[in-house]
Structure formats: C-alpha cells, structure tokens
C-alpha cells in the first residue's frame, strides 16, 4: 500500500508563498532577522534565471538526429528570517523553441533519440525552515538536496527540469568539528515532469552524511542511504561508506586526491540479491592554472539479473560519460578507467576528459569515450558554454554523439 500523499502540505506552503511573492521584494546577500511579520515578507529576496539551450544527439538506430531547442525559466523568493521561520518557493517551466523533434520521454517522437528535457511547470522547491536550535536548520517541503558531488544525491541540474525532494531534513554544525546532515525522502519528484508516469517516485528513504574537516590533510564523509520505494523495488537498497579527499599545498604544485568506498545491499521489497561494492580513486596535480587528473571508478555488478550497484537519486549527467551511456549500471557492473585536463584560456574555461569503460565482470569491453567544454562569462550575469561528447561502442550499447550550446542568464 502506498504511503499517504503529501501533496496537500507542499501545496499549502506554495499557497502561502505565493501570496508572499506579491509583496515587493529586494534581492540581499543574506535574508535578515525580523520581529514583525510583515517586515520579514516585504525584505525577502527574490531571484530569476533563465537557461536556454540546444542539444544535438546522433546515435545509431535511429533514422533521424534529435534536435531540441528548450528554455528553462525559474522564479523564485524566499523571506527574511521571523521568530527563527523563514519560507521559500520557486516556481520552474520548461518549453520547446519551435519544433520539438526530440524524444522528451512525454512527447511521443520515439523514433528520435532521448533528449530527457520535457515541456511542463511545476512548482520546484516549496518549504519552510527552523533555524531556532544552535548551528542547525530544519527544512519541510518540497527541497533541493545535494550531498557532495553528486555522487549518490543530487539535483540532476543539468537536465532542465531539475531534481527536487518532499522531504524533511536537518542541516548541523552543532557538534564540534562535525557536519550533519539527515533526510526523511517521502518523494522524488525526477526530472521528466509532472505529465509522466516516471516523474515522481513515491519513497520512505533516509538520508545520512556526516563531514569532519582535517585541517591541510582533506575532508572525511560518512554516509548511509537507505532507499526504499513504493513502485520501484528493484531500486530500494541500502548503501553505507565513506570518502576522503583533500589538497596538498607543494609550492609551485597542488596535489589532488580523493577516495571513496561504499556497500550496497538489497532493501524493502527488492526482488534482487543485491550484493554490490563501489570503488573510486582519483589523482591529479594543478601547476600555472592548468588541472590534470587520472581516476578510476568501479561499480560492481556479478552478472546476475539486478545485482549490480545502482546510484538513482544521483546528478548522473556528471560522472561516468557525457554520452549518458551508463545512467544505469549494466547487471555486469562498470569499470571506468578516465584521464582529464583543464584550465582557464583568456577567460574561458576548458575542460577535456577521456574514459574507457569495461565491465566489472566476464572481461566485456564496453568502449570509449572523449568530452569536451568550454564555457565563458559573456556579460554581467550572462554565462555561455559549448559541450560535446562521442561515445564509440565495442560490445555495449550504440555509438553516440552529442552536442550542446547554452546560454544562462540570472539575477
């Protein structure tokens, strides 16, 4: 049986905020403390960001190219802090620019590849916070979360329709030296919109990290996500481990590192015995402004139906290929062996990486992959980039090659 919804208490904070919104509003750095309630509406601030976008995806089997043109808007406010309560709500809208030929999951061109990027609007974030207890915040409703670098929870921003979660969760600093996060997920509402069967997904899932700093040696997370969903069962799993990273100051050199482990077993109703190990390691230097980086990634997978490692609450777009070859890992599982290199040419920043995937298990070689991006500040507020990704398949899944100009504008 399906939890009770909690649509109606999201929606009543989205009502409120609304009304809030009328208000006049000036932007500010940080919201401010008030008594009065009406002082504390009429000095929040308010933001607007606009991303338009085209995307270009030619992949073997399809007859015809996708091309989507779209424009993704964001409104959003939040008020200034009353007796330790502060609301916000944002409000996100996506649109095609002339002909949708793209599959947008919801549009029903299936005979052209996925551009994941539907036509919808929706009410993107809508909670209320407590910032009553020392060092901590308590937010209800509808939220971003991201933990990290997206690795296991994230926003999926890139696509236009972000990520967002029903939640409650508590932020601390209170313990000495420690960051803690928690989060009861009720809802993930995926980036594929209000109008698809796949745009929510109904969980009971906990969210946990735990960050402590080492002062000139690196950052120690501990965490533990334990996922389980209503209609999804093959997704419900709980997963615990930890990562380390930092930088190491070498005069003219900085060294980077990074290492992460983590455990995955099968949860709630998943019909799979799932059994499955993550491993990451990554080492790069940074000398005269310029990044180089070797890293390898390993997601484990035995080869037997569903018990592979599976990361769905992550802002996948960023790891493991542009190309979106492995949003999901091959029962096989997924060995990621990548090399990049990046700086800053004239104000513009460049970015280049390589992978070459394999599987974890029975020795199949999947293929290889070159990114690329440029991105560079246009104007105030103005932000430009040019991305391209071509993936070339050996024995896992179709040669595939995108290509993505954008422009965002925010204040």
């Excluded at 909690?6 to 929606?11: D, E, G, Q, R």
């Excluded at 995955?264 to 015995?273: F, L, V």
């Excluded at 992550?314 to 997924?334: C, I, R, S, Y």
């Excluded at 280049?352 to 070159?370: C, K, N, P, Q, R």
Aim: with cysteine.
């Amino acid at each position: 049986m399906k939890r009770p919804s909690t649509s109606v208490l999201f929606y009543s904070f989205s009502s409120t905020a609304l009304a809030c919104l009328c208000a006049p509003a000036q932007a500010q750095d940080a919201p401010e403390t008030f008594d009065d309630l009406r002082e504390a509406v009429t000095n929040g601030r308010t933001w607007f960001k606009a991303r338009m976008r085209f995307e270009n995806v030619d992949q073997d089997g399809f007859g015809s190219d996708a091309n989507a043109a779209t424009l993704d808007l964001i409104l959003g406010y939040e008020t200034a802090v009353w007796n330790d309560f502060q609301a916000l709500i944002e409000f996100e809208g996506v649109s095609a620019i002339g002909n949708d030929t793209y599959n947008s999951t919801t549009n029903g061109e299936t005979g052209r590849p996925v551009v994941a990027d539907p036509e919808g609007e929706e009410v993107n974030q809508s909670y209320l916070s407590y910032r009553g207890w020392e060092d901590t915040t308590v937010r209800l409703g509808r939220q971003r979360i991201t933990i990290g670098d997206h690795r296991f929870v994230g926003n999926v921003g890139w696509r236009q329709n972000e990520q967002t979660f029903d939640a409650v969760s508590v932020s601390s600093e209170a313990l000495s030296d420690f960051d803690v996060f928690y989060s009861y997920v009720s809802n993930v509402n995926r980036i594929f919109g209000e109008k698809s069967p796949a745009g929510d997904a109904n969980t009971g899932s906990h969210l946990l990290n735990v960050q402590r700093k080492f002062e000139e040696v690196g950052t120690l997370d501990v965490f533990a996500y334990a996922l389980d969903y209503d209609d999804l069962d093959a997704l419900s799993t709980t997963t615990y481990g930890a990562s380390f990273g930092g930088t190491v100051d070498m005069d003219d050199i900085d060294l980077l590192y990074s290492l992460r482990v983590a455990q995955q077993e099968d949860a709630g109703d998943n019909p799979n015995d799932v059994d499955a190990g993550y491993y990451n390691a990554e080492l790069g230097v940074t000398t005269s402004g310029v990044t180089f980086k070797v890293g390898g990634e390993v997601l484990e997978g035995s080869g037997d139906a569903g018990d592979a490692f599976q990361t769905p609450l992550a802002t996948l777009h960023k790891f493991n290929g542009w190309a979106d070859q492995f949003l999901a890992t091959p029962d096989t599982g997924l060995e990621d062996i990548y090399l990049s290199v990046g700086g800053t040419v004239k104000g513009t920043s460049l970015l280049a990486v390589y992978h070459d995937f394999s599987s974890d298990s029975e020795s199949i070689d999947y293929g290889t992959e070159l990114d690329l991006r440029a991105t560079r500040k246009l104007a105030d507020d103005l932000v430009g980039g040019i991305k391209f990704a071509d993936y070339s398949a050996d024995d896992f899944s179709v040669d595939t090659t995108k290509a993505w100009i954008w422009f965002e504008w925010s204040f």
